[in-house]
């Protein structure tokens, strides 16, 4: 007969595993993808004429700069001390989004957010009983790390200049150290404080030691895996696919 004294654990590995379905099924019908936006077929118009003062203009050298002094004019003849120029004040542009090549699906970052987060809980509010504190410091940095993963991953210098590449790249190996930092935290919080915890319950320290050699193993293969994938892009788009769900 089913005992209910466990059964939020199992409502909350039954969510998990909910959560991943679902997020593999939009993942597999194209859903949950970042697009880049590119401006096109700009248009401008109300084009308006008006008198630059040069003599009251504080930035001569940058004609991009706002005059100090200026009218809308009807004629020449009203501009008898400045420079007659001319702006447009709008324009029609065409905004099309096109999904980026290989494909990034940000619906799998916060899958990892959703379910690991419930996995770490389990682990450490449910078999180790550890404080509040140090579950959500374990939560927290995991948090983190999923999203500065996700900050990396989403840095693609495609479509921009070619000048800020460079700045792009740094930025992307920045993110992945800060994300294995978080990931160092939190392994070591686990090891110790998770762990102290999980000791004090005899019946269920031997669950904890290999459910926690488990998700040191697996997890420790994702920022290699990221590396080969969306760090370096070693890996063709179908290999990624098959490691992330092996």
């Keep these: 007969r089913y005992k209910r004294k466990h059964?939020?654990?199992?409502?909350?590995?039954?969510?998990?595993?909910?959560?991943?379905?679902?997020?593999?099924?939009?993942?597999?019908?194209?859903?949950?993808?970042?697009?880049?936006y590119i401006v096109s077929d700009v248009r401008p118009y109300n084009l308006v004429r008006y008198c630059r003062d040069l003599s009251n203009e504080t930035n001569v050298s940058n004609p991009s700069s706002e005059p100090t002094n200026s009218a809308n004019l009807s004629?020449?003849?009203?501009?008898?001390?400045?420079?007659?120029?001319?702006?447009?004040?709008a324009a029609n542009a065409t905004v099309s989004s096109v999904a980026l090549d290989p494909p990034l699906f940000y619906s799998k970052y916060v899958q990892?957010?959703?379910?690991?987060?419930?996995?770490?809980?389990?682990?450490?509010?449910?078999?180790?009983?550890?404080?509040?504190s140090v579950t959500l410091f374990v939560m927290v940095c995991n948090s983190l790390m999923i999203l500065c993963g996700y900050s990396a991953a989403s840095l693609r210098p495609e479509g921009i200049d070619p000048d800020s590449v460079p700045r792009f790249l740094t930025s992307k190996w920045v993110f992945w150290i800060f994300g294995m930092m978080f990931y160092v935290l939190l392994l070591n919080a686990l090891n110790r404080s998770v762990r102290r915890a999980a000791s004090r319950r005899k019946q269920l320290s031997k669950a904890f030691n290999q459910l926690f050699f488990v998700i040191t193993l697996t997890w420790s293969l994702y920022p290699f895996l990221w590396i080969a994938c969306e760090g370096a892009r070693v890996m063709s788009f179908v290999a990624e696919t098959y490691a992330y769900t092996a």
């Design 7 to 36: 059964q939020d654990s199992h409502n909350l590995l039954l969510l998990t595993t909910i959560v991943s379905c679902i997020g593999y099924m939009s993942m597999a019908q194209g859903h949950g993808r970042l697009y880049r």
């Design 75 to 89: 004629d020449a003849e009203s501009c008898k001390d400045g420079v007659i120029s001319f702006k447009w004040n």
């Design 112 to 132: 990892w957010l959703v379910t690991t987060n419930l996995i770490l809980f389990l682990l450490s509010a449910q078999v180790a009983a550890a404080k509040v």
